[in-house]
Antibody, heavy 114, light 110 residues
Framework: EVHLLESGGALVQPGGSLRLACAAS????????MTWVRQAPGKGLEWVSG????????YYADSVKGRFTISRDNSKNTLYLQMNSLRAEDTAEYYC???????WGQGTLVTVSS | QTVVTQEPSFSVSPGGTVTLTCGLN?????????PNWYQQTPGQAPRTLIY???TRSSGVPDRFSGSILGNKAALTITGAQADDECDYYC??????????FGGGTKLIVL
């Protein structure tokens, strides 16, 4: 059975940093590009960032470019999202997703507030 | 700027058939956009219904089907049930690693 388990969400002050992690199991992690998707409270889904199978190529939404960094450790079947210079508008549930298939995590909540 | 369009809301009668669409503000949607469809009930993570245009996710009833209709991706629900009332989202691949979600459709079953 496929599992994507996100962790690392927390309450953080504006300007602060967080690192999210997503532990993958039940499928061949190294066969898939991976993404982070977020959903602000009461809002729709937003694609945030993606990474290639090898990790050599990364992609970002304009809203997070220059502040967030996606990475992966294929030896640990884990996806990461380093979030710096956090803003109130980054408050959201963050999901680890494989958009080429049907794998979604349950999400981890990031709240940016003073 | 690429905008993925979805109907903000749609109504269907119980037992009826409804087709939700997913378009682009500029251009046509094709299979090369690998459209995916998600269902989300309040307080829950999204659930994949359809990926890669028309591949049904495991456990999804065959009442749900995906296709390309004209210049849009489409999600058709046949035999609508009360618990189909929730939000539906599509996402399209725009190339260069970029995906864009639609704003979502709130489906009302009454």
């Amino acid at each position: 059975e496929v599992h994507l388990l996100e962790s690392g969400g927390a309450l953080v002050q504006p300007g602060g940093s967080l690192r999210l992690a997503c532990a993958a199991s039940g499928f061949t992690f190294t066969n898939y590009a991976m993404t982070w998707v977020r959903q602000a409270p009461g809002k729709g889904l937003e694609w945030v960032s993606g990474i290639s199978i090898s990790g050599d190529t990364t992609y970002y939404a304009d809203s997070v470019k220059g502040r967030f960094t996606i990475s992966r450790d294929n030896s640990k079947n884990t996806l990461y999202l380093q979030m710096n210079s956090l803003r109130a508008e980054d408050t959201a549930e963050y999901y680890c997703v494989n958009l080429q298939s049907d794998y979604w995590g349950q999400g981890t909540l990031v709240t940016v507030s003073s | 700027q690429t905008v993925v369009t979805q109907e903000p809301s749609f109504s269907v009668s119980p037992g009826g058939t409804v087709t939700l669409t997913c378009g682009l503000n500029s251009g046509s949607v094709s299979t090369t956009h690998y459209p995916n469809w998600y269902q989300q009930t309040p307080g829950q993570a999204p659930r994949t219904l359809i990926y890669n245009t028309n591949t049904r996710s495991s456990g999804v009833p065959d009442r749900f089907s995906g296709s390309i209709l004209g210049n849009k991706a489409a999600l058709t629900i046949t035999g609508a049930q009360a618990d189909d009332e929730c939000d539906y989202y599509c996402v399209l691949y725009m190339g260069s690693g970029i995906w864009v979600f639609g704003g979502g459709t709130k489906l009302i079953v009454l």
